[in-house]
């Protein structure tokens, strides 16, 4: 009897041995980092607007790639600015140097000077940083820590001469909540397509569109691709309305009420272009002219349309995003 006992009590805990395994092997499992397969999977959506890209940078090489991605993604830029600034000897990893003895500590939480004021408006970061020691830096936990990541995306990228990503960002992931997906490592050489094509995997940006109206008619337009227009898309946000008057039998014209960037070249206007004058008050022709203007779009409207919508004594013109 005892036998069979002894063989019973063996046999329960086999089985509980086993069970904790199979526990522990699903924990690691569940990991996001670690789940490579759902990672490569994932392709978030994401309004541009919604998008944060943070960096810490001493050398500059994480900088120029942070800024490559805010450049492409149209996104906020918001560089992490340690409250004691490190210097060259700060990070001599043959010596005893800051760097090193901040690695080397696992409670070591660098101050950091300045902070997002609303991390809530964000729902994707993508995080960049150094390698050091194999590690992010120390100064990336103080970040992480500081707001709450629970409902965002975070997709990190690392820095380095030859070490790779490794767990630097598994362990990021450690210590606060979020969606961390699977992260790279770049190069100081990477160029803006490459940086380009590898946001394109992970995210799919949703398009923004500038809309005209005009006396409540909405338009086809062609935008122009230059930095007046993304200026322009930026104040039709909050529905950029501008009350124009007529102005010498060929365009209505007024004032946007703030200036934008301008690039002004001598042209010959066409009825249905769309032009910057002055920096600071809009144009568009429903004959034509010349002057020194920026262009920002054409009116895709017969010129027996355009004449009709625009020859009168005032419109009211809208630009709003869709």
Known sequence: MKKIFCLLFLLFVLVSCDNKTNNTNNNINNDPINDKEDVKETKIEEDSNDILVAYFSV???????????????????????????????DINYNSDCRANREQNDSSARPKIKNKIEDMSKYDFIVLAYPIWWGEAPKIMYTFVESYNLENKTILPFCTSGSSPIGSSAKNLAKVTKGNWLEGKRFSSSTT??????????????????????????KLNVNWEDNNSVKELKNLAKNNLSINMKQYGGFEQTGSIGS??????????????????????????????????????????LSNDELNTLLNKVSITFVLKIE
């Open 59 to 89: 050398t500059g090489n994480t900088k120029k790639l942070a800024e490559y991605a805010q450049e492409h993604l149209d996104s906020d830029l918001f560089e992490i600015v340690p409250e004691e600034a490190y210097t060259s000897a």
């Open 192 to 217: 803006k397509e490459e940086m380009n094509n590898w946001l394109d995997q992970n995210i799919d940006i949703k398009e923004e569109k500038m809309i005209l109206e005009i006396d409540g008619n």
């Open 259 to 300: 200036s934008v960037t301008r690039n002004d070249v001598q042209m010959d206007v066409v009825p249905g272009d769309i032009v910057l004058y002055n920096g600071n008050a809009i144009s568009v022709f429903y004959n034509p002219s010349s002057w020194s203007y920026t262009k920002l779009g054409h009116i895709n």
